[in-house]
């Protein structure tokens, strides 16, 4: 009977976490993968050098400049780079291709960075040199499982929740003692990942509910919080 028992949570436990299971590829030719991987390094490149410049912009109180200086502050938070990379991966045909494309992003955005402080401000902000070298390298890896949490299944949605629940600690603080709205533009990049994912309601309650969780750990443990 318990052997029963242990071979139903072991067969259970291998397809909810059976990772081949939960999305499949499709084939990829070399001129999408020059197309996606092009466009990919030309937005990196681009927001890159518009974070570097925005991060230059003081707000003397004049409404072109506030805007210009709000967007320096939202591009210098890791919410908005979250959701790019996740809109990467999620639409790519591939694990693989997820892995190179958002790589590739990185790098462009890094480059892009690189590129201002050379030509434009002849500065390099070490804190932001340091966290984009770290994204170029760490994203690619993450991108893994950022791909396959748009596949089926219970696991699939849990490996959604991670990258979800990073956005919510973004945007709300909360601990047994508390709870806060820290900003709202990252609440709002939750909602439209939960809306990209387009799941059933109850897989969507799940998936929030889970976020929920994770967002509070990360809290809890001082993780990502500013």
Do not use: C
């Not at 590739?104 to 902000?125: E, H, K, N, P, Q």
């Amino acid at each position: 009977m318990l052997k029963e028992r242990l071979d139903i949570q072991e067969d259970v436990m291998s397809k909810l976490w059976n990772i081949q299971q939960l999305r499949s590829g499709q084939p990829e030719s070399r001129k999408d993968m020059l197309r996606f991987g092009l466009i990919s390094g030309l937005s990196g490149l681009v927001l890159g050098f518009a974070a570097a410049f925005l991060e230059t912009v003081i707000d003397d109180g004049g409404i072109w400049l506030s805007i210009l200086s709000w967007l320096g502050e939202f591009f210098s938070r890791p919410g908005i780079w979250v959701f790019a990379a996740m809109l990467l991966a999620i639409f790519s045909k591939s694990s693989t291709a997820a892995m190179r494309q958002v790589g590739i992003f990185f790098a462009g955005r890094l480059l892009g960075y690189l590129l201002y402080g050379l030509a434009v401000s002849g500065d390099f902000s070490g804190e932001f040199l340091l966290t984009g070298l770290l994204a170029a390298l760490l994203a690619p890896v993450l991108a893994i499982p950022a791909w396959y949490s748009k596949g089926e299944g219970t696991a699939a949605v849990l490996i959604a929740s991670l990258f979800a629940g990073l956005l919510l600690q973004q945007s709300i603080g909360m601990s047994l003692q508390f709870f806060y709205f820290k900003h709202l533009e990252e609440l709002i990049l939750f909602l439209l990942l939960l809306i990209v994912y387009r799941r059933p309601l109850k897989q969507t309650l799940l998936l929030a509910g889970a976020s929920v969780v994770v967002a509070f750990l990360l809290e809890s443990f001082g993780l990502f919080v500013e």
